[in-house]
Every structure is written in C-alpha cells, then in structure tokens.
C-alpha cells in the first residue's frame, strides 16, 4: 500500500513539474530576451541608473544600507551663477574642496583636474565641482581669475564660493571629504586632498579595494607622472579616468 502512494506521489510531482516548464520556462525565456529580466533586478539596492539600463562594476557608496547621493546644494560660481546640484544631473563629475591661496596641495590637486578635464573634453556630460573653504576671500572675482590662471574653460566645470558653514557641512557630512580652519597651519585652513566621484544620477561611486569594499575617494594629489609620492603611495590618477569613463557609458 505505502509503495504504491509513494509512487503516485512521485508520479504527481513530476506531472506538475512537466507542466511548468510547458507553461512557464519558455515565458522565463522571452522575458531575458526580451530584457524585462536583467543584472538589476537581482541587486539589494534598485537605484535609478541600474533600473533604467547598462551599470558598470563600480561600486555605489552605502549609508545605512542605502545608496548615497549628493546633498542639495546652490552656490555662486566664478561667473556670478547660481549652481545647484540639478545643473549637474546628467553628468558625471568629480568634486574637490579647495581654496586659491592654498600653496599646498590645491596647486597640485587643480594641474591634475585640468589634465583630466583635457582628456574628457569632447564630452559635454563631464564636469567638476570645486568648492571653496575661504568664501571670504574667495569671491567671485577671486574665483574668476583663479580659473583664468589655470585654463579652465569647462562650463561643467564650477568654482563655487557662498556661506562657509554651509560649504563645510557639505565638505564634512555631505561628502565624508574633511575640510576645516587650523590657526596653527601656515594657510589657515585643513582639508582633504582627495576627489570624490559622483554618477550621471547624483549617487556617489568607486571601484573596489583589494577586500571587496569600496575605495569611497581617490587621491588627487599624486599625478601620473610622478606615479608615488614620497611616501610610496601610488597615483590614483588613471584609475581615476578609466572609471570616469566607465560611468560615462551608463544609461
């Protein structure tokens, strides 16, 4: 009796298996063709960018398992504009917080933006974002003549003065780039000589560290040719580049 339940029952199972795949493996089938079924829907995280189509293997910064975006902002660029984060929607662009008496690092951070603001220069979907840390020297003016100093023609590429505070914020909580004023350094004033990455979506981005996490920042200060520094760090430069360029193929 029990032997031949179970054989029914095995029977039965493989009935019903038969007539799911009948049924459903070729609709399956049509929607990977047909791309209703793709790499994004099998992600944690469905941001916009990998809803819509082609995600690079660059990684998405998570806050709180969320991926990160960049804050609002709105500031006074060197042409007396008013920029927001929305004149940077639909472009990939690279943020650096800076100050134009800085005789440190900046002079070094901005010879490497222009160089690569002059590799992407047949693009019109790729900018910088340069915020002051001295909005009370950096005026307008100031900021106008600072980029006439360094060549720079970009209109995706911004130099933006307005309330330090608010810029501070931004620099520290915004995007983790530390910037400060020190009374006990030459200048006056600290910060990070790294560039952040920010997608065609706003979403902050890097590649991944020898451990599968994200590297979060680049290190702006190095340039290719130098290829370490002193200390026996390596430039970050060209890598740089490949993943612009990586995130300038995404939809």
Same mark, same amino acid.
């Given at each position: 009796?029990?032997?031949?339940?179970t054989?029914?029952?095995?029977?039965?199972?493989?009935?019903?298996?038969?007539?799911?795949?009948?049924?459903?493996?070729?609709?399956?089938?049509?929607?990977?063709k047909?791309?209703?079924?793709?790499?994004?829907?099998?992600?944690?995280?469905?941001?916009?960018?990998?809803a819509?189509?082609?995600?690079?293997?660059?990684?998405?910064l998570?806050?709180?398992?969320?991926?990160?975006?960049?804050?609002? +902002?709105?500031?006074?660029?060197?042409? *007396?504009?008013?920029?927001?984060? #929305? @004149?940077?929607? /639909?472009?990939?662009?690279?943020?650096?917080?800076?100050?134009?008496?800085c005789?440190s690092?900046?002079?070094?951070?901005?010879?490497?933006?222009v160089?690569?603001?002059?590799?992407?220069s047949?693009f019109?979907?790729?900018?910088?974002?340069?915020?002051?840390?001295?909005?009370?020297?950096?005026?307008?003016?100031?900021?106008?003549?600072?980029?006439?100093n360094?060549?720079?023609?970009?209109p995706?590429?911004?130099?933006?003065?307005?309330?330090?505070?608010?810029?501070?914020?931004?620099?520290?909580?915004?995007?983790n780039i530390?910037?400060?004023?020190?009374?006990?350094?030459?200048?006056?004033?600290?910060?990070?000589g790294? +560039?952040?990455?920010?997608?065609?979506? *706003?979403?902050?981005r890097?590649? #991944? @560290?020898?451990? /599968?996490?994200?590297?979060?920042?680049?290190k702006?200060?190095?340039?290719e040719?130098?290829k370490v520094?002193?200390?026996?760090?390596?430039?970050?430069?060209?890598?740089?580049k490949?993943?612009?360029?990586?995130?300038?193929?995404?939809?």
């Amino acid at each position: 009796m029990s032997t031949k339940k179970t054989n029914y029952s095995y029977i039965g199972i493989a009935f019903i298996l038969l007539v799911f795949g009948i049924i459903f493996v070729p609709k399956i089938i049509d929607r990977i063709k047909g791309g209703d079924i793709t790499r994004s829907e099998s992600r944690s995280k469905n941001v916009s960018t990998a809803a819509e189509g082609y995600v690079s293997d660059l990684m998405f910064l998570e806050i709180n398992g969320e991926p990160k975006k960049v804050p609002p +902002f709105s500031f006074t660029n060197q042409d *007396g504009q008013t920029i927001t984060n #929305k @004149d940077y929607e /639909g472009k990939v662009y690279l943020v650096e917080f800076f100050f134009t008496t800085c005789g440190s690092i900046c002079p070094r951070m901005n010879r490497n933006l222009v160089q690569i603001n002059n590799t992407f220069s047949d693009f019109d979907n790729f900018g910088v974002a340069s915020f002051t840390i001295n909005p009370e020297y950096d005026t307008q003016e100031v900021l106008k003549q600072y980029a006439e100093n360094y060549g720079i023609t970009n209109p995706n590429w911004h130099l933006m003065t307005g309330n330090q505070d608010i810029i501070y914020e931004l620099a520290n909580v915004g995007f983790n780039i530390y910037a400060g004023e020190n009374p006990e350094v030459e200048d006056g004033f600290e910060h990070s000589g790294n +560039f952040a990455l920010v997608d065609k979506n *706003g979403y902050m981005r890097s590649r #991944k @560290d020898d451990f /599968g996490n994200p590297k979060i920042f680049y290190k702006g200060i190095i340039s290719e040719e130098e290829k370490v520094d002193d200390d026996g760090q390596a430039e970050e430069i060209s890598m740089l580049k490949v993943d612009i360029s990586k995130l300038l193929k995404e939809d």
